[in-house]
């Protein structure tokens, strides 16, 4: 059973950076398409970025310059790098991964990410 356990998150101020990550642990990372999602309170689950195993990368309009995802192959990591974070940046950052061929997912416990004004 594929786990995903996240680390990072927590209160920072507007105009801030956080860091988020996220070890998979099981075998065969390079089957997987790495994301983030994110959940504002009262709201949908939204995509935020994602990178797959080459490095190649896409993110949410909302978010493109100011958030970077990477991906460690090595040791089946993900990491997403938040700056200049707003109060429309408050949520929950859940990790995701995708299996590239059958494209079930799997998803980490969550992170909570709160931006004060």
């Known amino acids: 059973q594929l786990e995903l356990v996240e680390s990072g998150g927590g209160l920072v101020q507007a105009g801030g950076s956080l860091r988020l990550s996220c070890v998979l642990s099981?075998?065969?990372?390079?089957?997987?398409?790495m994301h983030w999602y994110r959940q504002a309170p009262g709201k949908q689950r939204d995509y935020v970025a994602r990178?797959?195993?080459?490095?190649?990368?896409n993110y949410a309009d909302s978010v493109k310059g100011r958030f970077t995802i990477s991906r460690d192959n090595a040791k089946s990591t993900v990491s997403l790098q938040m700056n200049s974070l707003g109060p429309e940046d408050t949520g929950v950052y859940y990790c995701?991964?995708?299996?590239?061929?059958?494209?079930?997912?799997?998803w980490g416990q969550g992170s909570h990410v709160t931006v004060s004004s």
């Open positions: 995701n991964a995708q299996n590239r061929y059958t494209g079930q997912k799997y």
């Open positions: 099981g075998n065969l990372y390079s089957i997987y398409i």
């Open positions: 990178v797959n195993f080459v490095g190649a990368k």
